[in-house]
C-alpha cells in the first residue's frame, strides 16, 4: 500500500504540474487531448497532434485511435493523467473499503423471493427498453422473414411485390428528372415560382443529392427499395409461422441465406448481453449476501451438507463464463485472417493479461487482499490456450491433425485434474502447501473442462452455424420437429441436472459439477441461437453492461457493504449500483488507453521495453517501502515527503523530454503572443507556480487520505467496543411468504395485531460503532469452518453454549435439563465446526479443565482449539467465600486461572473470551442463602477481584455480561439465568468481536477452503474419461453439441445435416486457409481484436470473413 501511494502520488504530482503549464501559457492542447481521450473507444487510435487542437477531426470524419506512448508532451500527458485518475479511484476504493461506513450494516438474510424478483425485474425491464438489432438498424429495414431466409413466395405474391416495387421506381425516377430540371432553371435563374412549393419529402431528400452518376442513382433507389413497405398479404398460419422464425412454404426450394455477423451462432452482441446477465445477477446475488445462505430444514440439526441450490447456481454462472473464455480466444486464434504467425505475437499475451490482471493486481497492492483468484483462472486459460494453439499452428487448418492436438491437451487436462498426479510425480500435498495455491486448485478444478469445452465448440461454430441455417431453408414442420428435437434433447438434460446433481449438497455438488455443470449453458447456447430473429437481436442495456463485467468483478466484492442510506436497503442498493457501473465504466476505459499506450500492437519491441520499465520501477518502490516499514518510518509526513521528492523528479524529467518541441508546435497565433516576452514568461510564473500547484494537489489528497483512513483506523474501534450496544423493541412476525414456503401454511396474526401482540426486543448496535451487525446462523455455520470453540464455566457459559448450539441449527438447544445433564460435559459438531462444553462452576475446576484440555491436545497431536469462553465466580461466591482462609485462597487460584488463560493464548494462539457474570436480580433469588451470599453487591466484588487480578487483562475479549443485562435484570426469572434471547445477545457480541480480532472477515477464505477439503478427494477419473469420450465425439465428429447435433438427421432424408458432413461446406471457403483475405476482411478482424474476450469481457463475432 506504501508502495502503490508513492507510485500514484509521484505521477499525480507530475501530472498537475503538467496540466498547470500547459494551462498558465494558455495552450491546453494537451489537455484537450486528455479529455478526448476518455471519449475514445478501445477500438480507436488518435493522433494526439490533429486531436490536441481539435479542428483536423472536425473536418474530416475519419475515427480516432489511440497511439502508443511517444516521448512527446500531449502524449506523456495523457499516459500520466490515466495513471492518475486509475490511482485516484483506486484510493477511493481503499478509503471505503476500510471506513466504518462501509462495514456491514444491518444486514438481512439471503430472501429467495426478494432474489428472483430482482433478476425478473432487471431481465424483463432491460428486455422491453432495449431489444433491439444487432446491426443497429430499425425493425422495418428489411423485408425478409424472420429466420434470415429470402422466401420464395408464390408467383401471385411475387408478381404483386414485382409490380409495386416497379411503379414505385417509376415515380422515384421521374420526379428525379423534374427535379433536375429545376435545379437546372434554378442555376439559369430561370425560375418558376410556383416550383418552388412542389416537392414531397422524398423529393427534398433526393434534391439535397446531385445525382451526376448512374451507379449512385442506381444505389439511391436500391436504398429506397429496402425501405418500401410492402402490404403482407399471407395467411393467418404463414403469419404465425414467420413470427415463430419457420417459414410455411412446405415443399418449394428455400435458398439458404448467407451468414452475417450480426446473426451468428453466438455472436458478440449475444456474449456481451451473456455477460451482462451474470453481472446483473451477481450483484444483486452479493447485495442480498447469497453467499451465506443456507437452506431452511425442518430437522432440528441441520448440517453443512444441505442444500444450497442458489450456491450450486452461482458456480454454474461461473462455468459459463469460463466457457466463454474459452470460446472467445479459441474463435480469434482459430478464424482470425490475418498472417498466421501474427496472431501468436507476444505483444498480444502482454495485452490480454494486462486486460485481465491490471486492476485486480492494483487492488491487491492497494488493499492488501487478495479476493479475485478467478483473474488469475481466466489468466491461465488464456495462456493455456494460446500455447495450445500456437504450438503446431501450421496444422491448424488440417482437418484432423488439428483436432488429434486438442485432444492431447485433453489428455493433459484428464491427468492434471481428474488423476492423481501428485501421487504418480510423488509431490503429495504440493498444493495444499500454500492457502493461495490450494484455492486456486480447487476453483480451477470446479470449471476445469468448461473452458475446453468453450474451445471445442468455437472450432465447431461454423458447423453449427451452416446446420441452423439449413434447417431454417426447409419447410415448416420439418424445420420445427427438428429444432424441437435438438433443444428438447439439451432441455431434458438440463432438467436431469437441475432435479440432480442441482439438489445435492454442496460437497457432493462440487465432484459432479466440473463434469455436468456445463450442461445447461450448452441448452442458452442453443435457445438463444435457435433463430434468425433470436440471432440478429440482443438486449442492450445488458449488451453495454456485458462490456465491463470484468470491473464489475472486481468492484462488486467492495459494494455490498457499503451504505450511503441507512435504512433504506433498496435505494441504498440503487445507489450503490449506479456508482459502481459508472466506476466499471470509467476504469474500463482508463485500462484501454493505459493498455493500447503501453503495449501497442504487433510492436514487440516496444511492449517488452514498457512491461521491463514498469516492472523494475514498481519493484524499487516495493523495496522502499519495505525499508520504511522494516525503519518503523511510515507515517503521513514520512510518505508525503518521499511522494513529492519523487514528484518532482519525474516532473523535471518529463518537462526537459518533452516541454521545448511542445513549445515548437504551438500553434502560429500563440507563437507570437509567445515570441514578445517568451523569456520572461517562461522564467516567471509558469516556472515556478505549476511545482507548487502540484505539492498542494499532494497536501489535499493526503489529508483527505488520513481523514477517511488513517483517523478512522485509529479510531477506537477495538473488540471491546462489541459490548457497546442497546436493546431495541423488534417485530418478531414472520414473513407470510417464509411461511407459506416452509410451513406451507398462513400467518396467524393479522398485519395490526402482529406489531402490537407479538413484539420483543433484540440487541443492535450504535450505527457508527465499526460496522457491529447481527449473524445470521447461516453467517456463523459458514465463518466458524473448520473451528473448535470450547466453553468453559458455570450454567451461565452453558446457556451461552446453548445460544451457539441454536444459531449453527439445533434449535432444541437450551431447552429443559434435569440437573444431572445441566452439570455435566456436552459437546456437539455442525459440518466442520466442533463445539464443546466442558462443566466448570468454580474457579478451580476452570483451572483443571484448562490443563485437562491443553494435555488432551498435546497427545492428540492437533492444532488445538481455535476460541475458549471461560466464565465463572457466582459458585465461588456462593461456597468459598465464607472465611478470611477462604478469601485468601480464592485469591491464589484466580492468579493461578490468569495463567492459565495466558497459556492458552500462547500454546494454541487461540482467541479467549472472558465471560463476566451478568447482573443478579437479588429478589427473585430462591433463598435466603442465595440472596445474602450472591447479592449483586457481592457478585460485584468478585468482578472487581477478578479484574484486580488480571482475569480480563489475560483474555483476548471481555464479554461484559453486566452491560448487556442491565436493561434486562426483571427478565432474570430465578436471579441468576435469562431467558435465551439475552444469550443470544452475548453470541452475537462474541461473534462481532471475533471479526475484529481476526481481521474483519473472521478468515473469510476459510470459506472456499472448505467447499473442497483436500485434492485427494477430488479424484474421479471415471467421470474425467467420460469427459474424454465426449471431447473425441466433439473434436473428430466435428458437433459442438457433443453428439446431439446429429439428431437432427433424423427429420431430414434429402439433405445433409450431419455436423461431419457440414465440414466441407463450413471450412472450404476460409479466408485463412485458402489465403483468400481481402481489405475488409481485416478490418473487421482489427475490430474484433479489440473487442474479443479478455477474461470477463466481450468479443467481436466478425463472421462477415467466413464465406460459406
Wanted: glycine letters at 6%.
Amino acid at each position: 500500500t506504501v508502495a502503490m501511494i508513492i507510485l500514484f502520488g509521484s505521477i499525480i504530482f507530475a501530472t498537475v504540474g503538467m496540466a498547470a503549464r500547459d494551462w498558465l501559457i494558455g495552450d491546453k492542447r494537451a489537455i484537450s487531448a486528455a479529455i478526448q481521450a476518455h471519449t475514445i473507444s478501445s477500438t480507436s487510435k488518435i493522433d494526439y497532434a490533429e486531436a490536441a487542437d481539435g479542428e483536423s477531426r472536425s473536418r474530416t470524419n475519419i475515427k480516432p485511435q489511440i497511439q502508443p506512448w511517444e516521448p512527446s508532451f500531449v502524449s506523456t500527458f495523457i499516459l500520466m493523467s490515466q495513471i492518475g485518475g486509475f490511482g485516484i479511484i483506486l484510493f477511493v476504493i481503499y478509503s471505503l473499503d476500510t471506513s466504518t461506513a462501509a462495514r456491514p450494516v444491518s444486514m438481512s438474510g439471503f430472501d429467495e423471493d426478494e432474489f428472483v424478483f430482482w433478476i425478473l425485474a432487471v431481465l424483463l425491464y432491460t428486455y422491453f427498453v432495449s431489444w433491439k438489432r444487432n446491426d443497429g438498424k430499425p425493425e422495418h429495414f428489411s423485408n425478409r422473414t424472420l429466420d434470415g431466409a429470402h422466401v420464395q413466395d408464390d408467383a401471385t405474391q411475387t408478381s404483386r411485390t414485382t409490380t409495386s416495387r416497379s411503379k414505385m421506381k417509376e415515380k422515384i425516377r421521374q420526379r428525379t428528372i423534374e427535379m433536375a430540371s429545376l435545379r437546372q432553371k434554378i442555376e439559369t435563374g430561370d425560375r418558376d415560382d410556383g416550383a418552388s412549393s412542389q416537392g414531397s419529402d422524398l423529393s427534398k431528400r433526393l434534391e439535397e443529392v446531385l445525382l451526376t452518376d448512374n451507379t449512385v442513382f442506381d444505389s439511391i433507389l436500391d436504398t429506397i427499395d429496402d425501405d418500401i413497405q410492402i402490404k403482407d398479404e399471407s395467411g393467418l398460419l404463414e403469419k404465425g409461422s414467420k413470427l415463430l422464425g419457420f417459414n410455411f412454404a412446405h415443399g418449394q426450394s428455400q435458398i439458404i441465406c448467407d451468414v452475417k455477423r450480426e446473426n451468428d451462432v453466438l455472436n458478440r452482441s449475444q456474449t456481451l448481453e451473456w455477460k451482462g446477465f451474470l453481472s446483473a445477477t451477481m450483484l444483486v446475488y452479493q447485495y442480498n449476501m447469497g453467499e451465506y445462505y443456507q437452506p431452511f430444514s425442518n430437522e432440528n440439526k441441520p448440517s453443512l451438507n444441505s442444500v444450497h441450490v442458489y450456491d450450486n447456481l452461482a458456480k454454474a454462472a461461473m462455468t459459463s463464463l469460463l466457457f466463454l473464455t474459452g470460446y472467445n480466444h479459441t474463435y480469434y486464434f482459430f478464424h482470425h485472417p490475418s498472417n498466421i504467425n501474427s496472431v501468436f505475437k507476444l505483444s498480444r499475451v502482454l495485452q490480454v493479461c494486462m486486460r485481465i490482471n491490471l486492476l485486480a493486481i492494483s487492488m491487491c497492492f492497494v488493499l492488501g487482499t487478495s479476493n479475485y483468484g478467478v483473474c488469475l483462472i481466466h489468466t491461465f486459460w488464456f495462456l493455456l490456450i494460446w500455447v495450445m494453439m500456437h504450438v503446431g499452428s501450421s496444422m491448424n487448418y488440417e482437418k484432423y491433425l488439428f483436432r488429434l492436438k486438442l485432444f492431447g491437451a485433453a489428455v493433459g487436462i484428464f491427468l492434471f485434474w481428474d488423476c492423481n498426479i501428485s501421487r504418480v510425480a510423488k509431490i503429495n500435498g504440493v498444493w495444499e502447501a500454500s492457502q493461495a495455491s490450494w484455492e486456486w486448485y480447487c476453483v480451477s478444478y470446479l470449471h476445469h473442462w468448461a473452458p475446453f469445452i468453450g474451445a471445442i465448440f468455437a472450432i465447431n461454430q461454423p458447423i453449427a452455424s451452416l446446420q441452423l441455417r439449413k434447417l431454417e431453408s426447409l419447410n415448416l414442420l420439418t424445420n420445427t420437429f427438428a429444432k424441437m428435437l435438438l433443444s428438447g434433447t439439451l432441455l431434458v438434460l438440463a432438467l436431469t441436472w437441475a432435479a440432480g446433481p442441482l439438489r445435492k449438497s454442496a460437497t457432493v455438488y462440487n465432484l459432479s459439477h466440473p463434469y455436468f455443470g456445463i450442461i445447461p449453458t450448452l441448452l442458452l447456447v442453443n435457445l438463444r441461437s435457435v433463430n434468425c430473429w433470436l440471432r440478429e437481436h440482443h438486449i442492450g442495456m445488458l449488451a453495454w453492461l456485458g462490456k465491463y463485467s470484468l470491473e464489475i468483478y472486481i468492484l462488486h466484492h467492495h459494494a455490498s457493504n457499503i451504505v450511503f442510506i441507512r435504512g433504506y436497503p433498496r435505494c441504498n442498493f440503487l445507489a450503490v449500483s449506479v456508482i459502481l457501473i459508472f466506476t466499471a465504466r470509467l476504469l474500463h476505459n482508463i485500462t484501454s488507453v493505459i493498455r493500447h499506450m503501453l503495449l501497442p500492437a504487433n510492436e514487440e519491441e516496444k511492449c517488452w521495453q514498457n512491461t521491463v520499465a514498469c516492472s523494475v520501477g514498481i519493484m524499487i518502490l516495493y523495496a522502499a517501502a519495505c525499508i520504511l516499514t522494516w525503519a518503523e518510518a511510515v507515517s503521513l509526513g514520512t510518505i508525503s515527503t518521499i511522494t513529492m521528492i519523487v514528484g518532482i523528479l519525474l516532473y523535471q524529467v518529463l518537462m526537459e523530454m518533452t516541454w521545448s518541441d511542445y513549445r515548437g508546435t504551438a500553434p502560429k497565433l500563440k507563437k507570437n503572443q509567445f515570441e514578445d516576452d517568451e523569456e520572461a514568461e517562461e522564467g516567471g510564473t509558469t516556472k515556478v507556480s505549476p511545482p507548487l500547484l502540484a505539492t498542494l494537489s499532494i497536501f489535499l489528497l493526503g489529508y483527505a487520505l488520513h481523514q477517511s483512513v488513517l483517523t478512522n483506523s485509529s479510531h477506537s474501534c477495538n473488540p471491546n467496543h462489541a459490548n457497546i450496544g442497546r436493546w431495541v423493541p423488534l417485530n418478531a412476525c414472520l414473513a407470510r411468504t417464509q411461511l407459506d414456503r416452509n410451513f406451507n401454511t398462513m400467518n396467524y396474526f393479522g398485519p395490526t395485531q402482529c406489531s402490537t401482540l407479538n413484539t420483543t426486543e433484540q440487541w443492535a448496535w450504535p450505527e457508527d460503532t465499526c460496522g457491529f451487525h447481527y449473524h445470521s446462523g447461516s453467517e456463523l455455520r459458514l465463518k466458524l469452518q473448520e473451528r473448535r470453540i470450547v466453553f468453559i464455566g458455570d450454567s451461565s457459559v452453558r446457556k451461552l453454549y446453548h445460544s451457539f448450539c441454536r444459531f449453527a441449527g439445533d434449535l432444541t438447544a437450551g431447552g429443559y435439563e434435569g440437573t444431572s445433564t445441566s452439570h455435566s460435559d456436552a459437546s456437539t459438531s455442525f459440518g466442520s465446526t466442533s463445539l464443546e462444553f466442558k462443566w466448570a462452576p468454580l474457579s478451580v475446576d476452570i483451572i483443571t479443565k484448562i490443563k485437562s484440555t491443553k494435555a488432551s491436545f498435546s497427545r492428540e497431536r492437533e492444532g488445538g482449539p481455535d476460541i475458549i469462553i471461560a466464565g465463572g465466580g457466582v459458585w465461588d461466591k456462593l461456597h468459598l467465600s465464607v472465611t478470611d482462609e477462604d478469601q485468601s485462597s480464592q485469591e491464589e487460584t484466580i492468579k493461578t486461572l490468569a495463567s492459565e488463560l495466558k497459556s492458552m493464548r500462547k500454546m494454541f494462539g487461540a482467541s479467549v473470551v472472558w465471560f463476566v457474570p451478568p447482573i443478579i436480580n437479588t429478589v427473585a433469588l430462591n433463598s435466603d442463602e442465595k440472596r445474602s451470599q450472591i447479592s449483586e453487591g457481592n457478585i460485584e466484588e468478585m468482578r472487581r477481584m477478578y479484574h484486580e487480578l488480571g482475569v480480563p487483562q489475560s483474555a483476548s475479549f471481555i464479554l461484559d455480561g453486566p452491560y448487556f443485562t442491565q436493561d434486562r435484570v426483571s427478565d432474570s426469572f430465578d436471579g441468576v439465568h435469562y431467558p435465551n434471547h439475552v444469550y443470544d445477545a452475548g453470541s452475537q457480541i462474541v461473534l462481532n468481536a471475533l471479526d475484529q480480532l481476526w481481521g474483519g472477515d473472521m478468515n473469510k477464505s476459510i470459506i472456499t477452503r472448505s467447499y473442497l477439503p483436500a485434492t485427494s478427494s477430488l479424484i474421479n477419473p471415471y467421470l474425467g474419461m467420460m469427459m474424454l469420450c465426449f471431447v473425441l465425439i466433439g473434436l473428430f465428429y466435428f458437433d459442438g453439441y457433443f453428439g446431439v447435433g446429429y439428431l437432427a438427421q433424423f427429420f431430414v432424408k434429402k439433405m445433409s445435416l450431419s455436423p461431419s458432413e457440414l465440414y466441407k461446406d463450413a471450412f472450404d471457403h476460409h479466408p485463412v486457409s485458402t489465403g483468400a483475405v481481402d481489405q475488409t476482411s481485416k478490418v473487421e478482424y482489427n475490430e474484433f481484436q479489440e473487442h474479443e474476450s479478455v477474461g470477463l469481457t466481450g468479443r467481436s463475432s466478425s463472421s462477415l470473413s467466413r464465406r460459406r
